[in-house]
């Protein structure tokens, strides 16, 4: 695989896992106080589009990468959305 | 241009400018409590490898959508070190 190929890969799994350990601190601690609605609705929409997009260009890593990180995105904002 | 083109740049548009409401937040109140630094450390680090991505394959929406994001996450982070 050449290095470009590599870098790449990592960091969209750099990008969609980042999003797992603030889902994790929400589910546990339920305090969801400093966290902005306004970026997780936008981060939901922007990946909500890059999934679009993934899929009219047919390319299984951006369509993977971007629904896994809008169900945590999801999840944090009905978190948000439940504890103000 | 084509739709294809419009959904992607509206996707890149709308995950970079979603960091902003967050930056403020914390500018504002000072409070990073709920904040993951999980998250923000592999959130700067992934956009930090696009941005190198973008670099090697010389393409400019992705070194300023990156670049842009990644300053963005490492100012909150910044807080969250300076405001535990």
Known sequence: ???????????????????????????????????????FTLFCGGVLLWFVYGVFVKDFPIIFANALAFVQALIILAFKMKFK
Chains 1, 2 share one sequence.
Do not use: C, R
């Open 1 to 39: 695989m050449e290095l470009i190929t590599i870098i790449g890969l990592t960091a969209a799994l750099f990008t969609t896992v980042s999003l797992f350990p603030q889902l994790l601190k929400v589910w546990k601690t339920k305090s969801t106080k400093d966290i902005s609605t306004g970026m």
